[in-house]
Structure formats: C-alpha cells, structure tokens
C-alpha cells in the first residue's frame, strides 16, 4: 500500500482578524448610499442548510501546494459510532470532537453589488444587497488539540512534514 | 499521487446527515478562495422570519458603523473573530458557489465506492452579531432642524412659479431612512415625537414661532365664532384658518399636536384640544425671552391660558427648571425635548446644567431615555454619582 505524503497539517498559528466594513468610503461623498436590502429567495423552511467543521489551530498546507488548495484533500472525517461523535484525521494528527447545534443560527449572506448608470450623471453607483443563501444550525466541533498518530510507518515518513508559521492571509471583507 | 475527486459530491448534507460507522473525505472546494462576499450573520431565532420574509435592511451612512433594521427594531451590528479554524462547506447543489455546472449526479450514480466528498469554499475569519440598540434618533432631530418650516416656507408656497423650490436639507421619507440609523416604526414614531409633519412630501419640524401663530388665531377664532375648545369642528377650524392665511396642512396639523379627535374611532369626529399640551406650549412661549420671577411667570401664564382650561405648575415637568437666588424663585425654560437622546450625551448635556440633581428634578429629565439591556437603576449606575449625605436625605446625582 502506497503511504501518500500529507499536503495539510494543523498548526497553531495566531490569526488576525480584520475589521468588517459595510460601508465603504463612497468615491463621491455627496452621492447618496442606498441602504442594503437583506434578500431571500429561499423563503422559510426552505432554507438550505450548510455545515461548519471547526477546529482549534490553522490548517496549513504545504509550500509545494499552498498556492493550489482547490481540491486538496485536508483530512477524513469519521463517525465511529451511533454517537454524535467524530474524529478528524488531518495529516498525522487526529481530532476528537463532536456535532453540536448552535445556540443561534447563523445565515449565509452573499453580497451582490448591482452597478446602476444614472441617467444625466456618468456617475455609477453600486447597490449592495446581501441574499440569504444558507443557514448553519449545526457545527461538527474539535476542540481538543490533536493527537499525533504514532505509527512506526508514518513515523518514519514524519519528516516530510511540514508544519510552517506562514501568516495567515487576512480576508477583509470590505462591499 | 492520486488527488481527490474535484466537485461537491457530498457536501453539507454528508457531514449534517452522517452515518455511524461511515466516513467522508474533507477537502479543498474547486471553488476555494476567500469568497469576501460570503458573510455570517449570528441572529436569534426570533428574528428568522423577518430576515426570511425580507423585512430587513442595513442601515447607515459610509462614516457610521452599520445598524440592521427590522420593521421595529434597531441592531447594532459587531464582527466578532475567531482564531478556531472554521471550515465552511456549502450544500452540494449549491449553484451559487458553484457556477459551473458540474454533473455529479452521475459520478455517485455510477460509483458507490468512491469516498463521499465535502467541500470546504472558505476558512470563516468569524461571524456577524447583532446588538440591540436604541435608534439614532438625535440625527432625526438635527437634520429636520436644519431647516424648520416657517413663516418665509408660506410666503413661497404661495409664489407659484416657485417650481425652482429650494428642497436643500429638506428630507422625504425614503431620504430619512437612508440617513437615520432606526427602524421604520421608531423612525415614525421619533417624528411623531419631534411633531414633525409632512409637507409636500418633506418631513418638516414647524417653527415654534409659527406654531405660536397658528394656536393662538385658533384659540382667538374659538372666542370669535364661540367653538367649543372640547369640540372643535375639523372642516370650520380648518377653513377659518385657511382664511387667515394660514396652509391647510399645517392648519391640520395644528388641531394633531395640540389636540385629539373626541371619539378616536370616528373618522370625522370633532376635536378637543388638549389642556396639558396648550397650557405648555404657552408656558414655553413666555418662557422664551429667559428666566423669570416665579410669581410673575404664573400671573402672565394665568392670564395667557384659555377660558377653561386650568393652569398647573406641575404641567411643567421636563419643560421648566426653578432656581432659588435669596429668597426669590426663577424659572426658566429647560426642555427635555431639547436634549439629546443618546444617554452619555444626555447625562452631560444635564450636568452641564446642574452639577447636582435631586431625584424629582432629575426624573423628568430621564424617564424617556430607553437603552436596550440597561434598566433606569442601571442607567443612574453607569452615569452618575450617587450621594445620600444622611439616611433620610433625599439621595443627590452627580456626575461620576
């Protein structure tokens, strides 16, 4: 059997968070922001529900791929048993956790920005809706540390690992 | 090296309905990136259904933090992180995400054995909260002042080519509530409060000045023609006052801030106006040229008062202030209507006024403040200073 190098591993890195802007400064101040209108085309009960796994750390991959994670396989997700328990096994490492409902619901919002062209202005100004798209209700939760997995094999094989500091690229989501 | 199977196979609904003793690959989606336009949003299930049934909006202007809105309500909205790795995995069928159409359809069909995939589209930096808070209605208020409705608005109303009219800082509804961080119910009803009328669809406050003239031609109309201040006839009010020159609208609005109609349920019914809010308006009006000797206020307020109506000084909670100097009381105008509404701002605006407050004083100033979570004893903690110099003293405010 062939033993496949891990390309992601958990590391645990601190992450910065960036500031959440609705409202960006507008190009013209005199031009007048419309307010953002929360869409649904879902409708209740009808929602579709997404899932969130999370765990304490930051996933890194390695250099070689890290610039290439589309389809990038990070870890097996396990549910040993009728119990609402799980391990996930990322790399050499295995987590422990287990599937618990939010104490509220988080809705997905994906923001549209429409570009309206006013007559007698070239001015274009862009109108931001947020749709919902999804509601998470659940969370598959690790909360452990990981636990290295000793075997003799991967053992051997470990050096190929690689664990590395990069900074965690902040994601600002400015609209 | 095989690579995993690109696509969203399994996705959410693998890892939401998992079966014991089974498991699935987690990976990177095809689409994986830091899709900035995809934002979490925490809210308490009370609010779902206004969020699903679009009954939501933010709010705010490009310098102020955003607020969301419900039909009634005011949320303040807070970006919490996360330094936990949160891994998002859209449902399968996600056509928003993934735009390209993929059929994968066939590849489960075909392939039991293939390992169930879910994918992850983005590493979450954390999720929206919302806060309730008080409506920004102090913003309400200076923006309709900038630009009271008064005697000058009448004389252009009756210029007829006054088609070029002035509309700067004048304010529709659709503009107040692009403007003012509130809900639509706090924003009709902080109008409501402020007595602001509609005219010519602008929100307009009306001129103290020119609500004095108004009131009294009604009161002087009610003497001439003998109306019965409790019964007032809307159409005859209205149409005498039109006479004298006065606009319609604000004719009505007239007989809306100072009185009520007798029977609420009756369309048409007459009205009555209101003692307590007449008896203020004219304690105001003489109060305007500054502070006055007790008795000599309550003669001239006495005397201004209509037949009928008694005056109180008790009236004037909230409106006035009353000062010792030697053995003389004054009195002088200090409205809670003038004082900002947002609670820190209002503590300093009464200590400026007074660095020390006696309950009874002080309660009038108050008692409208309403800050979500935060009770009038929690109020008084956070904002002032309690002192009590003995056990049966009435206990004094003061600034902390």
């Known amino acids: ?36 209108k929360v869409k649904c085309g879902c409708g209740e009960g009808n929602c579709p529900e997404w899932a969130i796994v999370e765990l304490q750390g930051v996933i890194e991959a390695q250099p070689a791929v890290q610039d290439r ?7 097996q997700l396990c549910r040993p048993s009728s119990q609402e328990n799980y391990t996930f096994t990322v790399g050499y490492h ?37 749709e919902v798209i999804g509601i998470i209700r659940h969370r598959i939760l690790f909360k452990t540390r990981p636990k290295a997995l000793i075997s003799s094999k991967l053992y051997l094989t470990s050096s190929n690992f690689w664990i590395y500091n990069q900074k965690k690229q902040t994601s600002n989501a400015i609209m | 090296m ?23 690959s987690i990976a990177y989606h095809p689409f994986f990136g830091p899709h900035n336009d995809l934002i979490l949003l925490e809210l308490d299930e009370k609010l779902l259904p206004d969020v699903l049934h679009q009954r939501v909006t933010l709010r705010g202007q490009p310098d102020e933090d955003a607020v969301l809105c419900t039909r009634s309500k005011t949320y303040a909205v807070k970006f919490v992180g996360t330094s936990n790795s949160v891994l998002l995995i859209p449902p399968s069928d996600q056509s928003t995400v993934c735009e ?8 489960i069909e075909n392939d039991h054995n293939k390992k169930v995939v879910a994918s992850v589209i983005k590493v979450v930096p954390g999720n929206l909260e919302l806060v309730e808070v008080a409506p920004r209605l102090d913003k309400l208020k200076m923006l309709l002042s900038e630009n009271l409705f008064g005697f000058d608005d009448v004389s252009e109303m009756e210029d007829l080519d006054g088609m070029e009219k002035n509309v ?37 406050i009306v001129d103290e000045k020119y609500m004095d003239g108004i009131l009294n031609m009604l009161l002087q109309n009610s003497v001439l023609n003998d109306w019965s201040l409790n019964a007032l006839i809307e159409d005859e009010v209205v149409g005498v006052l039109e006479l004298d020159g006065f606009p319609r609208k604000i004719a009505l609005h007239c007989l809306e801030v100072y009185g ?3 029977d609420q349920d009756v369309g048409r019914s007459p009205w009555r106006l209101d003692e307590m809010r007449v008896c203020v308006h004219i304690a105001r009006g003489i109060l305007r040229g500054g502070k006055m000797k007790m008795e000599n206020f309550m003669a001239e307020w006495i005397r201004k008062i209509p037949e009928g109506m008694q005056a109180n000084f008790d009236m004037l909670e909230g409106q006035v202030l009353t000062e010792k100097l030697g053995i003389e009381t004054w009195v002088h105008s200090f409205s809670v209507s003038s004082l900002p509404c947002a609670p820190a701002e209002r503590f300093s605006a009464l200590f400026r006024e007074r660095s020390k407050w006696e309950w009874k004083d002080l309660q009038p ?36």
């Open chain 2, 100 to 107: 390209k159409s993929q059929d994968f359809d066939e590849i």
């Open chain 1, 69 to 75: 994670l589309q389809n990038l396989e990070i870890g």
């Open chain 2, 168 to 204: 700067k800082s004048l304010y529709t509804w659709d503009d107040l509530i692009e403007k003012v961080q509130a809900s639509d119910d706090e924003l009709r009803s902080g109008l409501q409060t402020l007595s602001a009328v509609e005219i010519d669809g602008y929100w307009r």
């Open chain 1, 94 to 130: 295995e987590l422990t956790g287990s599937k618990v409902p939010l104490k509220k619901p988080l809705l997905v919002l994906k923001k549209l920005r429409h570009l309206d062209s006013e007559q007698n202005d070239e001015l274009e100004t862009s109108r931001v809706e947020l």
């Open chain 2, 2 to 24: 095989q690579q995993p199977q690109p696509g969203c196979e399994g996705g959410a609904e693998a890892v939401l309905n998992f079966q014991p003793n089974s498991s699935i």
């Open chain 2, 260 to 262: 009520i109609r007798v």
């Open chain 2, 365 to 400: 100033y108050i008692r409208d403040l309403s800050v979500p979570g935060l009770s009038s004893e929690g109020l008084l903690l956070k904002y002032t200073r309690r002192t009590q110099p003995t056990l049966d003293a009435e206990p004094i405010f003061s600034a902390r």
């Open chain 1, 1 to 36: 059997m062939e033993t496949r190098k891990p390309e992601t591993a958990i590391c645990f890195a601190a992450k910065s968070c960036s500031q959440f802007d609705f409202f960006p400064p507008h190009p013209r101040k005199d031009k007048r922001e419309m307010q953002i």
